[in-house]
Every structure is written in structure tokens, then in C-alpha cells.
């Protein structure tokens, strides 16, 4: 069983930053691939971005794609996204999610943990 706790969400306005992070506990952090998914009010559930076990490959959604980074410090156990240029389409919950493959995927369905969520709202 993984724990996945999200912070850092919150109230910014257009063109703002801020920084998600997720804290994993109760399995081996670095045995897992992790991804970062929203939902907005109304909406499917989207992938935002990926990254595999070490690091060392990640992948996002087109919408984000050059405004986001997503990073892990595994000694921390902990996942991090950075987003900038933010957009009020940006608002959604965010959740953090572990996959038990050290590749990065996609698939909100190769995820078997995941976390409670944080809201983020972005003003206009």
C-alpha cells in the first residue's frame, strides 16, 4: 500500500506559478513511475504529466506542455509539478498517482494509488 498526500495547491492569478507537491509513504518510492492528473468540475479526469522511477523520462499533455515540469527527489519520496503561465482553464483538483512500473504512463488505468487531491484555482 502507497500513501500519496498532495500540498501546495491554492488561489493564484493568470500568468501566476505555484508548486504541487506530493509525499509518498509505506512502499519503496522509487520502485514506482508517478503522474500528476486533474479534474475540473463537469469533466473527465486528464493526465497532465508523468515521470519514470528515476527521473529519468517524463511526458505531458499537450496543454501543458512547456508550462509545467514535473520532477521527483526520490531520497524524499516526494513528486513535485511546477506550473507557470498559469491559465484559469489550469483550474482543477490535482491528484498525484503511482503506477507499479518504472516507465512513464499515461493511462489513469496503469495507476494504483493515488492521492486525495488539492485544489487549484486560477483567477482571470
Known amino acids: 500500500q502507497v500513501q ?3 500540498s501546495g495547491g491554492g488561489l493564484v492569478q493568470a500568468g501566476g506559478s505555484m508548486r504541487l507537491s506530493c509525499a509518498a509513504s509505506g ?3 522509487s520502485n514506482y513511475a508517478m503522474g500528476w492528473f486533474r479534474q475540473a468540475p463537469g469533466k473527465e479526469r486528464e493526465f497532465v504529466a508523468a515521470i519514470s522511477y528515476n527521473g529519468g523520462a517524463t511526458n505531458y499533455a499537450g496543454s501543458v ?3 509545467f515540469t514535473i520532477s521527483r527527489d526520490n531520497a524524499k519520496n516526494t513528486v513535485y509539478l511546477q506550473m507557470n503561465s498559469l491559465k484559469p482553464e489550469d483550474t482543477a483538483v490535482y491528484c498525484c498517482a503511482a503506477a507499479p512500473t ?3 504512463t499515461m493511462n489513469r488505468y496503469n ?6 487531491g488539492t485544489q487549484v484555482t486560477v483567477s482571470s
Open 4 to 6: 500519496l498526500v498532495e
Open 27 to 29: 512502499h519503496t518510492f
Open 65 to 67: 506542455k512547456g508550462r
Open 102 to 104: 518504472p516507465l512513464t
Open 111 to 116: 495507476y494504483r494509488y493515488w492521492g486525495q
